[in-house]
């Protein structure tokens, strides 16, 4: 059974009012003037160690006190955003590094075994609780709430000896691609300010992006940790559901998405991220089995070029096509293992078994809290056409996007379709047979290179190249590709099957050594 005539009314009236939104902001919304054009190239050392290389320096007394400098200026240039940093806290937290490090008679290895993140500093997106630091996750209702806990994930690292210095901008209640409200602004990217850092999580990965953060923490309900981490050229990793506490952040998820949403690691350099997971993911962490050794030569892998054309979607970039299929060639000629071209039709309705899911009631029976409802949040109740009206005159304290997704929620049908259901059960029972305890899956990270500031709103849709691993569960590591011809970062997701994160996060330490991994925005100059 396909789609009903119903369900395609209602897909090409989101496409028109997504076009009507888009022509109205591109009247209405002001144009973005930034002075400087990109980023000077990093002059402390430090801040181009990975966070495993400067734990160790700090450990044997390499970096003595603080030396580790956060790139103000940098934050300042991005709007990553700065004015939530603790600096002070953090420079008294550093002082007392030397001295834990006198305090531990077992050596170095006993002390990276109790601390292996002592003295490394760290930045988390805005909408985990960190301690002292606000927690508006954009919302302007928001704006006075202080956290007075660390979300577990945040707490786990600091426990590690991680050093918190802030927290970082996201899209307004962590639902949009673009990290942009109207309580921080708009993140710029580190590789052409006139692009979109991504987002959720796009604080994070313009900071990290930029070299001015070493580690961070992100979340990902449909790739709000991988799409940041794809256009400022990182890498980042969405772990297996379940490994992660996704406590102590708001929007908190409802319904069925609690079993979508994801915590996990962002960072400029492979090595951080096994660790990162071992910390994050606590005594869970246990069912990864991520200190066992990983031989790439007896994986299976396999490449899916695209998602078989969803008119929702754009067609894949070519230079990102090209790129996956360098991947291919290069697995092949070093590890002689034969990777299969697949076409998977299921993934044409990526979207839809997205939103259907993301709608779906949870296990008790209760439906998931509206958007209009966490818009709603410490204010007035949000009635969306009389938001947008107050848009249209300047007068709304909510962005667009987040008018717009609760608008297209008023549209949802209440009875899921049974087509998308048995398309997301047969999607779901093929991967999982395809992909084992051995198989690895190439799949586009998302169908374009950053967009220029705002673009999203013309191609929303774009994001369920990430969404649709949200629904099957299963774990992602986003690894970047070096960069395109306009000197922006290209990069592609890795799958595995549920619970073998460590085969995705072994082939990103390979790739990145194939390929260069990060590369510094202030000596990749993007073309005019
Ligand atoms: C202004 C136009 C708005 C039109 C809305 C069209 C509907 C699109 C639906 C959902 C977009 C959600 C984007 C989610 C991005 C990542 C979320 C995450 N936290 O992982």
Redesign the pocket.
């Known amino acids: 059974m396909a789609l009903t005539r119903f369900e395609r009314f209602l897909g090409r009236l989101?496409r028109a009012?997504?076009w009507m939104?888009?022509a109205a902001?591109k009247l209405f919304a002001p144009q973005q003037r930034h002075r400087v054009s990109r980023l000077p190239a990093i002059s402390n050392p430090l801040l181009l160690l990975s966070a495993m290389q400067l734990a160790r320096k700090i450990r044997r007394k390499e970096v003595s006190e603080f030396k580790y400098k956060i790139n103000l200026h940098f934050v300042l240039i991005l709007k990553t955003h700065s004015h939530f940093f603790r600096f002070s806290a953090a420079l008294q937290e550093a002082a007392q590094v030397d001295k834990l490090i006198e305090e531990e008679t077992g050596g170095e290895e006993v002390l990276e075994d109790r601390l292996p993140l002592l003295g490394v500093p760290i930045t988390v997106k805005e909408a985990f609780a960190l301690q002292g630091m606000p927690n508006s996750t954009g919302l302007l209702t928001r704006r006075d709430l202080v956290s007075g806990v660390d979300a577990p994930s945040v707490a786990l690292l600091k426990r590690a000896g991680a050093i918190p210095l802030g927290v970082t901008n996201c899209?307004e209640l962590?639902?949009?691609?673009e990290s942009h409200n109207h309580l921080y602004g708009i993140t710029n990217n580190p590789y052409d300010f006139e692009r979109i850092a991504g987002?959720?999580s796009g604080g994070e990965g313009s900071i990290l992006g930029a070299g001015a953060s070493v580690i961070g923490v992100g979340?990902?309900?449909?790739?709000?940790?991988r799409?940041p981490c794809f256009f400022n050229g990182i890498f980042g990793h969405k772990p297996s559901t379940g490994i992660v506490s996704n406590d102590g952040q708001y929007p908190p998820a409802s319904g069925l998405q609690m079993g979508f949403l994801c915590t996990g690691p962002m960072c400029r350099y492979a090595e951080d991220l096994i660790p990162m997971l071992g910390i994050m993911g606590g005594p869970n962490a246990n069912k990864l089995g991520l200190s066992a050794e990983v031989d790439l030569k007896k994986l299976r892998f396999f490449s899916v070029p695209h998602n078989g054309g969803s008119h929702l979607v754009s067609p894949v970039d070519a230079q990102l096509l090209q790129a996956q299929k360098m991947v291919v060639r290069r697995l092949e000629a070093d590890l002689g293992v034969k990777v299969q071209e697949l076409f998977i039709p299921q993934l044409k309705y990526s979207?839809q078994i997205w939103?259907t899911m993301m709608a779906s009631p949870g296990k008790d029976g209760k439906p998931p809290t509206t958007f209009a409802e966490l818009m709603s949040e410490g204010g007035k109740k949000v009635w969306p056409a009389w938001e947008l009206f107050k848009w249209f005159l300047g007068f709304s304290s909510h962005t667009?996007?987040a008018?717009?997704?609760a608008?297209?929620e008023l549209f949802q049908s209440s009875h899921p379709s049974p087509f998308i259901l048995q398309q997301k059960e047969s999607l779901q029972q093929e991967l999982e047979e395809l992909l084992g305890t051995d198989g690895v899956l190439l799949y586009p990270s998302h169908p374009q290179i950053a967009p220029k500031h705002h673009h999203p709103?013309f191609t929303?849709?774009n994001?369920s190249y990430?969404?649709i691993f949200?629904i099957l569960g299963l774990p992602v590591t986003q690894c970047p590709l070096g960069l395109s011809e306009e000197g922006l970062p290209l990069g592609v997701q890795i799958v595995t099957g549920k619970l073998q994160d460590r085969l995705s996060l072994a082939t990103a330490l390979y790739l990145e050594k194939a390929f260069g991994g990060w590369r510094e925005p202030g000596k990749s100059a993007a073309k005019p």
């Open positions: 989101l009012v997504v939104l888009f902001f899209s962590c639902m949009w691609l987002g959720s979340s990902d309900i449909g790739g709000s940790i799409i979207f939103g667009l996007a008018i717009g997704l608008l297209v709103v929303p849709f994001f990430t969404g949200n």
